[in-house]
C-alpha cells in the first residue's frame, strides 16, 4: 500500500503547484489537472500505476458531482424558469445537436459517435461560469440571470441525455437500431417504464421518508455530510444496477432532496469533497490519453471547437433578439455557452464504459474541452472589451424596438435637469441615488436591469433604462450640466470604457468612480478617473471615528448608523 499512497501523494502535489500556475493564468483549475494526468500517465512519464485507486476514486468524484448538481434544482426554481431561459437553453441545445452532428458526421465518424460527441458539445460549465461571473460581479446582472437560467435547462438536459443513452446499455453500441422503428420504440418504452418506475420512488421517498431521514441526520452536521455523501453514492450505485447509470442515479438522489430545508447545508459541505474528489476524474482522463490519438484529433477539435466558440453564442444571441432583447445583453449571456463543460467529458466517458464509444471520441470531448474552456475564459472575462470591438456588427441581432428592455421611458423625468447622474443601480448605487433624491436633490438613475428600474421608479426616484457603456444612449441622457456623474458600475473594463466615452464630451461637472479596492482604485486613476470613491474604507473610517469619539467621551451610547 505504500506505492499508491506515495502516488497519490504525487498526485496531489503536482496538482496542486500546477493549479496554482494556471490559475495566475485566469484559467480553471481542471485544466490543469487534466495535463497533469496526460503528463504523469502512460503515454508521458508513466509516474502512476495505482490506476485502481485513481480510478475508484474518479468514479465517487463524478457521483458526488451529479449529487450536488441535484440539490441546487429544487422544484420551485424549475417550475419558475423564464420562457428566455427555456428557449434559449432548448434553442442552443437544438441546435448544437444538430449542426454538430452533422458536422461529425462530415469527418467520417459513426451514427452512435457523432450522436455522443454532439450532445456534449451542448453542455456549458456552470461551476466556471457562476465563478467567473461572480468574480465580476454580474450574476445579479440580466445577462448573469438569463445564463443561469438556461444553464438549470442545460443541467436537466444532461440527466435525461444521460438516461436516455444508458438505456441502450448493451444493445451493441452502434447497431442499437438494427430493427428500425421497432427498437427505438422498444427503447423508448423501456426507458419510459424505468422513468416511471424511479418517479414513483422518488416521490414516496421526498412525501414520506427523506424529510424525517434528513432532519433525525441534521442533528449533527458530521452525520448529515456522512449522510449526504451515503445517499449520493448509494443511488449512484443503485441506478447503475437498474440500468440507468451511476450519473443518473446520483443526480436523482441530489434532486430527492433539494425540496428540504437542508439541503444548502449539505451542499456547502459537499462542495470541498465535490472539488477534492474530481480532481482525481480529470487525473485519470489526462492518464488514459493516449498522445498519439490525442494528435490524430487535432483538426476535428479545431473545427468543433471553432463552432462552439462562435456558433453556440451567435444562436443565442439571435433567439434574445428575436424575443426582445439589446444586443449586449444577447452578447454577454452567448459567451457563457462558448465552451463545453466537465459534464461533457463525463458523459463521454460514461459512454465509453457502457461499451457504446472508443477512446478516440474520449480524446477528441477533451481537447474541445480543452481549447474552449481556455478561450472562452478570457471571452467572459474580457466580454466589454470584445463587444465594444464587435458591436457595430451585431445590429442584425437586435430589433428595431428592444421592448423586453425598453422599460417605460414614457414617464416624465423630474422637474429641471438632474444634479447627479448615477450609472449603476446596484445595492450600492441605489442606495445612494435614493439617500441623495430623499435629501432633495435632482437625481437620475441609469440602469440595464428592467427588474431594477421598476421597483426604484415606484419609490419616486427618476431612472432610465439603459446601457450606460452605450455610446449613442449616452448621447440621449441630460450629462451635460449635471454637477456629478457616479458610475457604481462593479468592473474596471466598463468603468474604463465609460470614462472613454465621457471624455469626449464637454461635461460641466465632475465623474466619480466607485472602487472595490484599492487595486481598482489606483487602475482607475490611471485610465484618468478625476474622483475615486472607497465605500468599504470610508464605511470602515466612519465607524472608526464614532467608536474612538464614544470611547473617548465614556459615553456608551450606540454608534450611528453609517451614512447611506
Avoid at 356 to 382: E, N
Wanted: one cysteine or more; aromatic letters at 8%.
Amino acid at each position: 500500500m505504500t506505492a499508491p499512497f506515495a502516488e497519490i501523494a504525487l498526485l496531489l502535489l503536482a496538482c496542486a503547484l500546477a493549479g496554482a500556475l494556471f490559475v495566475r493564468l485566469k484559467q480553471p483549475a481542471l485544466v490543469a489537472y487534466i495535463v497533469v494526468g496526460i503528463a504523469v500517465g502512460p503515454s508521458a512519464l508513466g509516474l502512476v500505476t495505482a490506476h485502481d485507486q485513481v480510478d475508484l476514486l474518479a468514479q465517487v468524484g463524478v457521483a458526488v458531482l451529479l449529487f450536488v448538481v441535484g440539490l441546487k434544482l429544487d422544484l420551485h426554481h424549475v417550475r419558475h424558469l423564464g420562457p428566455v431561459a427555456l428557449a434559449t437553453g432548448l434553442g442552443q441545445l437544438t441546435f448544437t445537436i444538430v449542426i454538430g452532428f452533422a458536422i461529425i458526421l462530415a469527418l467520417g465518424r459513426g451514427w452512435i459517435e457523432a450522436l455522443y460527441v454532439a450532445v456534449a458539445l451542448t453542455f456549458s460549465s456552470t461551476i466556471i461560469i457562476v465563478k467567473l461571473l461572480g468574480d465580476k460581479r454580474e450574476l445579479d446582472s440580466l445577462h448573469g440571470r438569463i445564463a443561469v437560467g438556461f444553464l438549470i435547462v442545460q443541467d436537466l438536459a444532461v440527466v435525461i441525455a444521460m438516461m436516455a443513452m444508458s438505456a441502450l446499455r448493451g444493445t451493441g453500441g452502434a447497431d442499437v437500431p438494427a430493427d428500425g422503428l421497432a427498437a427505438l420504440g422498444e427503447l423508448a418504452l423501456s426507458l419510459g417504464g424505468r422513468l416511471a418506475a424511479a418517479a414513483a420512488l422518488l416521490f414516496v421517498l421526498m412525501r414520506w421518508v427523506l424529510p424525517r431521514l434528513v432532519g433525525a441526520m441534521a442533528r449533527s452536521q458530521e452525520l448529515l455530510l456522512v449522510f449526504g455523501l451515503a445517499w449520493g453514492v448509494a443511488l449512484a450505485a443503485l441506478g447503475d444496477w437498474a440500468g440507468f447509470s451511476k450519473e443518473a442515479g446520483a443526480f436523482l438522489a441530489g434532486f430527492s432532496l433539494a425540496s428540504t430545508p437542508y439541503r444548502e447545508a449539505i451542499s456547502a459541505r459537499l462542495s470541498g469533497v465535490r472539488d477534492f474528489l474530481l480532481l482525481f476524474f480529470f487525473i485519470d482522463l489526462g492518464a488514459k490519453l493516449d498522445l498519439a490519438t490525442l494528435g490524430a484529433e487535432v483538426v476535428p477539435a479545431l473545427l468543433l471547437s471553432a463552432f462552439v466558440l462562435v456558433g453556440n453564442p451567435l444562436i443565442v444571441m439571435a433567439i434574445m433578439g428575436f424575443m426582445g432583447y439589446r444586443r449586449r445583453t444577447g452578447f454577454l449571456a452567448g459567451l457563457t455557452v462558448a465552451q463545453i463543460s466537465e459534464f461533457s467529458i463525463v458523459f463521454v466517458a460514461m459512454g465509453i464504459g457502457l461499451g457504446h464509444i472508443g477512446p478516440s471520441a474520449l480524446g477528441l470531448t477533451t481537447l474541445v474541452g480543452l481549447i474552449t474552456i481556455t478561450a472562452s475564459t478570457y471571452m467572459i472575462l474580457y466580454s466589454q472589451v470584445l463587444y465594444e470591438r464587435l458591436a457595430p456588427w451585431l445590429h442584425v441581432f437586435e430589433r428595431r424596438d428592444p421592448w423586453r428592455e425598453r422599460g417605460d421611458d414614457a414617464t416624465a423625468l423630474g422637474a429641471g435637469e438632474p444634479q447627479v447622474v448615477v450609472l449603476g443601480l446596484g445595492r450600492y448605487g441605489a442606495r445612494l441615488a435614493l439617500k441623495l433624491n430623499d435629501d432633495g436633490l435632482r437625481v437620475l438613475g441609469v440602469d440595464f436591469d428592467p427588474e431594477t428600474v421598476a421597483p426604484l421608479r415606484a419609490r419616486g426616484l427618476d431612472v432610465r433604462f439603459g446601457d450606460s457603456q452605450d455610446p449613442d444612449f449616452l448621447d440621449s441622457l441630460p450629462l451635460a450640466r449635471a454637477a456629478w456623474i457616479v458610475s457604481t458600475l462593479p468592473d474596471l473594463e466598463s468603468n474604463r470604457s465609460l470614462l472613454h466615452a465621457l471624455a469626449q464630451r464637454d461635461l460641466a461637472g465632475e465623474v466619480a468612480i466607485v472602487a472595490r479596492d484599492d487595486r481598482m482604485g489606483a487602475a482607475l486613476k490611471q485610465s484618468g478617473a478625476p474622483v475615486v470613491l472607497y465605500p468599504v474604507r470610508n464605511a470602515v473610517d466612519f465607524v472608526v471615528e464614532q467608536l474612538e469619539a464614544q470611547i473617548a467621551s465614556g459615553q456608551p451610547t450606540p454608534v450611528a448608523a453609517r451614512p447611506g
